[in-house]
């Protein structure tokens, strides 16, 4: 078995989100390196009436700890062979489940990537996803409206970021051109787009000044979230994860590099399934699941060794 990783990015969050890892004995040290970087547990944080779990820079925090808590289950299960490859935010968290940085560098990076991204586009912008419509047609309603195509996940869906108003204009009119879906996000970043090339910038100076480790026998390995190759040479890998921030990942490429490597079981891990639902699409045989959709972790787990 070679068992495909996924890593989620934003827009899942939810109040659950913890519930299969929070009393998990392998993920208390994930959770406390949290605390220290949010200044609060966040498994109490997500659980807070009126908490804002989609503000960009606790959301990113949030995908990392969700994605290096569930990849303590996965270590407990031993699988022989293990690729991993993270969306948008769970690209960086792909590193730290890769064994290139550890959890506490993992959540203080994630925070330095949203505050520059922050910093770059200010408010009143976001993602928006669509399916349904050719990629080529995608592109065009982007520029039309002054957007930026900002992943893109298949033939027929892509995600886009712009400005808000201009975001509602475009669903309004990909609907009306007969998309079967076509939403604004609960993102409020303009990510992969070229409206964050400062901030690529910025989080390229602060990533430099880390050190990544040498992963331990047996580690995953690791795809690139902006391209789907395999990171083989470390300072290229790191100019991918800088560059992902303003430019558009191909997460189809991703999950066709999982493919190619012999994938044949996949397991999401952060909030949500929508990764998981995208790898049943290409491949229906594939064994998919995603950690939310367990009721314990170590039903996770057992399923994981079962292959």
């Known amino acids: 078995m070679t068992l495909a990783v996924l890593l ?35 498994r109490d ?55 290139r940085f550890d959890v506490e560098t993992i959540l203080r990076l994630a925070a330095a990537r949203a505050e520059a991204m922050d910093a770059a586009s200010g408010e009143g912008f976001g993602l928006a996803g669509l399916r349904g419509l050719p990629l080529a047609r995608i592109e065009r309603l ?17 995600v886009v970021g712009g400005a808000e108003a201009a975001l509602e ?19 409020r970043t303009p990510s992969h787009t070229p409206l964050l090339a400062e901030a690529s910038r910025r989080f390229d100076d602060i990533l430099r000044r880390e050190t990544p480790q040498r992963p331990k026998p047996g580690a995953p390995r690791l795809i690139s979230g902006l391209d789907g190759a395999p990171v083989f040479n470390i300072e290229a890998g790191l100019a991918k994860l800088t560059r992902q921030i303003a430019h558009t990942i191909d997460w189809a490429a991703c999950l066709e590099a999982c493919r190619e490597y012999g994938s044949d079981t996949v397991l999401e891990l952060g909030p949500g399934h929508a990764l998981a639902t995208m790898a049943r ?17 170590a039903g996770a787990a057992a399923w994981i060794g079962s292959a």
């Open 45 to 99: 944080l997500v659980r807070a009436p009126g908490a804002d779990l989609h503000g960009n820079r606790t959301g990113q925090i949030l995908c990392c700890v969700a994605a290096l808590a569930g990849w303590t289950v996965v270590e407990a299960a031993r699988p022989a062979r293990i690729v991993v490859a993270g969306y948008s935010i769970g690209d960086l968290a792909a590193w730290g489940c890769a064994g």
């Open 142 to 158: 982007a520029e039309r409206h002054g957007c930026h195509l900002a992943i893109r996940n298949a033939a027929d869906s892509a």
């Open 169 to 187: 204009a475009l669903c309004t009119e990909a609907r009306a051109a007969g998309a079967l879906r076509a939403v604004v996000l609960a993102v």
């Open 281 to 297: 699409d290409l491949t229906p045989q594939w064994r998919v699941h995603a950690l939310d959709e367990f009721r314990s972790a």
């Open 8 to 42: 989620s990015g934003q827009g899942g969050q939810h109040p659950g989100m913890f519930d299969l890892t929070a009393d998990w004995p392998a993920a208390a040290p994930v959770f406390a390196a949290a605390e220290r970087v949010l200044g609060r547990d966040p």
